[in-house]
């Protein structure tokens, strides 16, 4: 036909020997031909009709005839009747054969009909939108869902203000004995919280470095699941960043999600030049606007064997999914989920980012491969997660209600017997540089670790099994010990007011020996805090952010402000999802991002 030169027909076929993916599929993401020019190539090859819905619509009496899940995964469409023939569109004619076999004899003779694959799920989801909107809000158990987590039940109602009216009225009736307990609870979680520190900082130094990777043969296809919310600001420097990755295009499958109200982004997008193997889902409305309720309505859409999530304004090392594939294919099939270091690409912005960047390096390079190590079940970050698809979909996915999805799925996937493992490869994402949106994300950060934690407790001797002894201690100290630290905090500053000469409660309760022996431990604790922020920036590359890490002690306080706004929404509104709005702090320099030394990873 000539709409491909025989130097790219050759490169086509050395591409599709070397990944595995059909021909076809490579010339449409190398954009070596137009989808159009494929399509009728296909439809002479294969001797099948091709069928546009702009010209032959489908049938809207065969809606139903087959299950949506096996349309949705197979790229299929009843389509019309030729006298008794079903007239099946697909877009993988090469699969239609073994298709055949499997489908029901009730339907009579079958014919194949070749359809784009965005024609056949446009016209799915314009069927059965509503559907898949109900699936993606409630594709978790109700027994490992938050989404009840607001109704106020008998037995709710009575534990709440028993221990309401047990806490006012030893407040009222021994002020100093009710004091010195909370204390006491203070003190305790901040002990439990210097000791994970300290086992995870230990774990790091006994580490023996990777092996080197060996080539993965063959490749994973890999969908990249990216939610958009008004983010006309960064959208296109999104996709300019997710373009550097190197992965063969025939195996990318990149999804850019949008809300249907978010007009800003759409239109962003409908002037960008988006490559062949990225594409646009929009998600209906429903009863929520949540991230993990659009991440479970886009993944019925995807084709990867593997599945990721980015943010908006994430910019990822061009090797990343060479590296996650890599791994994935050494690692045995109980490493369900890899997890990358976040960094950030505005340190300098102003103080706040630079504590955000310390904060950071400390979770990521530190702390987060410590848990993982300690055999504790790993809290997930939101972005630069990968999964194994049958494991995440066996696990119901992500919960479209909780405002945390990714520690809440990373608690579920150990739950279900499976591992999350750390990987040393660099996401950059914009630090929140403003301190009423810091205060605003964090809040939402914390409320979710509560909301994770009251689902996962509903049973503790449930979650006991499920996880064992070292697990459930693990959930513990990372989520119990973390939403005390930060709300009780307000009990420790309090003995600031001694060097002040200033009363205190617990001065009439404890002796000079325990007070000596609580400063102590304040000043041992933030020794602690200081060592792992100078250890976690030394294995960054923000070595000049070293002089910061002493000023982390008027950094964390924000924390607890966030920590009681959460707590409040608990009971308000604990589904509401409190954006952050991105673009507003430009990166210190050109945004360049690579992969970093597996021995530098904590």
Same mark, same amino acid.
């Given at each position: ?75 299929i ?24 076999q ?40 109700? !027994? ?5 987590i ?12 028993? +221990?309401?009216l047990?806490? &006012? =009225? ?8 009710f ?21 995870a900082?230990?774990?790091g ?11 993965? @043969? ?23 960043r ?20 978010? !007009? ?21 409305? /429903? ?20 599945? =990721? ?9 061009p090797?990343?999914l ?12 109980? @490493?369900a ?7 950030f690409?505005?340190?300098? !912005?102003?103080? &706040? ?9 400390? $979770? +990521? ?17 939101g972005?630069?997660? +990968? ?14 209600h ?5 520690a ?27 301190a ?8 939402? $950060?914390?409320? /979710?670790?509560?909301?994770?934690y ?16 070292? =697990?459930f ?27 002040? =000469? ?5 001065? /009439? ?51 607890t ?16 999802w ?25």
């Open positions: 036909m000539g709409a491909l030169s025989a130097a790219d027909a050759l490169s086509a076929l050395s591409a599709a020997q070397d990944t595995g993916a059909p021909i076809d599929r490579v010339i449409r993401a190398e954009a070596l031909a137009s989808p159009e020019a494929v399509l009728h190539a296909q439809s002479l090859h294969w001797g099948a009709a091709r069928l546009d819905p702009r010209t032959t619509p489908p049938d809207d009496r065969l809606e139903g005839l087959l299950p949506l899940h096996l349309c949705l995964r197979e790229g469409l009843p389509w019309t009747r030729i006298g008794d023939a079903l007239v099946i569109a697909t877009c993988q004619p090469a699969a239609f054969d073994d298709l055949r499997r489908l029901p004899n009730t339907l009579g003779p079958v014919i194949m009909g070749l359809a784009a694959e965005a024609d056949i799920q446009d016209i799915l989801a314009a069927r059965h939108g509503a559907t898949l909107c109900r699936a993606a809000e409630s594709c978790v158990a109700d !027994a490992e869902s938050c989404r009840d607001n109704k106020l039940t008998p037995v709710r109602a009575a534990l709440g203000g028993t +221990f309401a047990l806490c &006012l =009225g030893l407040l009222a009736a021994a002020p100093q004995i004091f010195t307990g909370v204390l006491a609870l203070a003190v305790i979680s901040l002990l439990c919280a210097q000791g994970l520190k300290i086992a900082l230990a774990s130094v006994a580490r023996r470095p990777d092996p080197d990777p060996a080539p993965v @043969v063959p490749l994973p296809s890999v969908t990249l699941l990216v939610p958009l919310f008004q983010e006309d600001a960064i959208a296109t420097a999104l996709v300019e997710l373009s550097r990755l190197d992965y063969p295009r025939a195996l990318l499958d990149v999804l850019l999600i949008l809300e249907a109200g978010d !007009a800003q982004t759409r239109a962003v997008l409908a002037k960008a030049d988006l490559p062949p193997w990225m594409r646009v889902v929009e998600v209906p409305p /429903g009863t929520v606007t949540t991230k993990p309720r659009a991440l479970n309505y886009a993944l019925r859409f995807s084709r990867g064997e593997i599945v =990721g999530i980015y943010d908006a304004e994430d910019a990822p090392a090797d990343q060479h590296m996650i594939a890599g791994h994935f294919s050494r690692a045995p099939p109980r @490493v989920c890899l997890q990358g270091i976040l960094d690409y505005n340190p300098r !912005a102003n103080w &706040l980012a630079r504590c955000f960047a310390i904060e950071y390096a400390m $979770w +990521f390079r530190i702390l987060l491969p410590g848990i993982a190590r300690l055999g504790f079940a790993v809290p997930l970050g972005t630069t997660v +990968f999964f194994r698809r049958d494991a995440l979909e066996q696990v119901g996915c992500w919960d479209a909780n405002v945390t999805e990714d809440d799925l990373g608690i579920r996937l150990a739950r279900y017997g499976y591992r999350t493992e750390l990987v040393p490869t660099v996401t950059r994402e914009e630090a929140n540089a403003r009423w949106p810091w205060v605003k994300q964090r809040s939402r $950060w914390l409320k /979710g670790y509560m909301l994770t009251l689902v996962h407790m509903r049973s503790p001797a449930r979650l006991w099994r499920d996880i064992g002894t070292r =697990g201690v693990g959930v513990q100290l990372l989520f119990l010990t973390t939403l005390l630290q930060f709300t009780l905090a307000p009990v420790l500053w309090s003995f600031w007011l001694l060097p002040l =000469g200033l009363p205190h409660p617990a001065s /009439g309760v404890l002796d000079p020996v325990l007070m000596t022996a609580l400063f102590t431990l304040f000043l041992s604790c933030e020794a602690v805090s200081v060592l792992i922020g100078i250890a976690a920036v030394s294995r960054s590359p923000h070595r000049g952010l070293l002089i910061w890490v002493p000023t982390l002690l008027f950094y964390f306080p924000l924390g402000l966030a920590a009681y706004k959460g707590l409040s929404e608990i009971a308000l509104r604990p589904f509401y409190d954006k952050t709005r991105h673009g507003w702090s430009q990166p210190d320099a050109p945004v360049q991002v690579k992969s970093e030394d597996p021995r530098l990873d904590g």
